[in-house]
């Protein structure tokens, strides 16, 4: 029996691989060759090896990023600005705001309070209470706080009696920039984007309706806002004509390239300037009477346009190069904007972007045809933004000498004819016509009349302003009076012995 209980012993003693019921089992720590053979056989390939407790020799790769995927990022520190319009925020008090205090069954603390310029109400027993941008639930559950000292769970409710004046800026492109108050109790209520762009006399014609901004301040958290008014007119879209709040300030950015078929439905918007407002622009080069003009729409509800300030400064000359007339026009951020114009197309073709809507400051430069058209005379003499009438000379041999104003594309035949026609001494087949050309040199051509003739270059050319027609005298004139001038001496004579009979002194 001992002996038995000896072996039992030394087998317990002797620290064996097989464990015990109740002890902890213990594991030696396999050696790995250097060269890695065995890792390889343990892992299989192209996957990394787990490290554990049991492998401490083995550390797993370090995971490396290529330097590439940060070669090009940059820390934004600009918050991209929202392109939809803002949410429906509650109102914030702030000074200038009446509200109305109601405390459930105390009467006497109840009441109607200004909010005072630094943004506190001044309440009964708990004295003065900040509220500057805080809703009206948030003011009511400051104010219930400030109760609750001296009175058991006040339950308190505020109402906003009359709004503080809304204060505003706008700037960009309208017509008059700046800062406005409006007060929503004399308004039907809080203003709109158009509303305040009216205000500033309307939008310019080089405005970006697309990208309005917003600026505001809610809660002392500074936000920016988009809205695209564009929609509005194209869409109908009301949503983006979103009501300001006080402390709101608009910017009306500049369009980048100029559309004229959007520029004349910007000039038809009801955020426009008013049509009846008088335009201070400039009309210089070929035109009657260069200068600067004050025109205005005469009763219509469309803008003035180009043909009607060139129409004001006495219409084109003839010498007036309608292909390439230039706008200049100065835009709010500064820049100068030109604006090519055919008005040649307008007439050829109606097409209507070529007359173009102005705004104040507009300059027009109508330039010098380096070669006139003698078959487009015509057509430029009756246009609208053409002179009336045209003054001629008409000199000599005919009933009434002196100026004629006939209207404009008059030919030289009704020119003739408005001066009387020919008398008994002109020389009705040939007439020079004298002609001041643009260069500042004169013309004098001699052409052949035929009063039955049609407008043509050759016998019967249109007349410009300021030409002279010469009618001469006939042959028989000319000898008739030379043959006057050469007996008037003789002619002298008898008249002097006339005189002596008279008195009988020959007699």
């Known amino acids: 029996m001992r002996s038995h209980l000896l072996v039992l012993t030394l087998l317990l003693l002797s620290g064996g691989t097989k464990a015990v019921q109740g002890q902890i089992p213990t594991f030696e720590t396999p050696d790995f060759p250097e060269n890695g053979t065995q890792m390889e056989n343990e892992f299989p390939q192209n996957e990394t090896p787990v490290n554990n407790d049991f492998s401490p020799n083995v550390t797993p ?12 990022f940059e820390l934004e520190t600009e918050i991209p600005l929202p392109t939809s319009p803002p ?53 009511a559950d400051r104010i219930s706080q400030e109760y609750k000292t001296y009175l058991v769970r006040p339950i308190v409710t505020l109402g906003l009696l009359s709004p503080r004046p809304v204060k505003l800026a706008i700037a960009g492109e309208v017509n008059r920039p700046g800062s406005y ?36 301040t809610y809660q002392g958290e500074q936000q920016v806002y988009r809205v695209n008014l564009w929609d509005l007119l194209q869409r109908g879209d009301a949503g983006q004509d979103i009501i300001l709040r006080d402390g709101d300030s608009l910017y009306i950015p500049t369009t980048i390239i100029t559309n004229r078929n959007e520029m004349r439905q910007l ?44 129409e004001q400064a006495g219409g084109i000359t003839p010498f007036a190069d309608v292909r ?51 078959s487009e005379a015509g057509s430029l003499a009756s246009a609208s933004f053409a002179p009336e009438t045209i003054r001629v000379n008409v000199v000599g041999e005919v009933e009434r000498p002196g100026t004629q104003e006939v209207p404009s594309n008059t030919p030289l035949n009704q020119a003739i004819l408005a001066a009387g026609g020919f008398n008994n001494r002109a020389k009705e087949s040939i007439v020079e016509l004298v002609r001041l050309n ?42 008739g009076d030379t ?10 004579f008898f008249s002097f012995l006339n005189f002596f009979r008279i008195f009988g002194i020959f007699n």
Do not use: C, H
């Not at 900040?130 to 809703?135: A, E």
């Open 61 to 72: 790769p370090e995971e490396t990023v290529p330097v590439s995927e940060f070669e090009d």
């Open 87 to 139: 949410p429906e925020q509650p109102y914030t008090l702030g000074a200038g705001d009446r509200i109305r205090l109601d405390i459930f069954d105390v009467p006497e603390y109840s009441g109607e309070y200004p909010v005072l310029i630094d943004g506190t109400l001044n309440l009964p027993l708990v004295g003065s209470i900040n509220v500057k941008n805080l809703t009206l639930d948030a003011a």
């Open 181 to 216: 108050t409006i007060n929503p109790a004399d308004a039907d209520g809080f203003p709109t984007v158009t509303e305040v762009i009216k205000l500033a006399n309307g939008i310019t014609l080089t405005a970006d309706i697309r990208q309005v901004e917003i600026r505001r």
């Open 267 to 310: 000039a038809d918007a009801s955020f426009a300037t008013d049509a009846s407002t008088p335009l201070q622009i400039a009309v210089v080069g070929e035109v009657m009477r260069a200068g600067t003009y004050t025109v205005n729409s005469e009763g219509s509800t469309a803008p003035p346009t180009v043909t009607k300030a060139i």
């Open 324 to 374: 390439n007339v230039r706008l200049r026009r100065m835009k709010r951020s500064g820049e100068e904007e030109i604006i090519n114009i055919n008005l040649w197309e307008l007439l050829q073709a109606g097409n209507l972007t070529q007359d173009i809507p102005l705004q104040p400051g507009d300059t027009i430069m109508v330039p010098q045809a380096e070669q006139i058209d003698p």
């Open 438 to 479: 643009p260069n500042g040199t004169v013309s004098r051509e001699q052409l052949p009349v035929d009063l039955s003739q049609g407008i043509n270059n050759e016998n019967n050319p249109v007349l410009l302003n300021n030409d002279v027609v010469i009618v001469r005298r006939s042959t028989v004139a000319r000898v």
């Open 483 to 492: 043959v006057s001038s050469v007996l008037s001496p003789v002619g002298s």
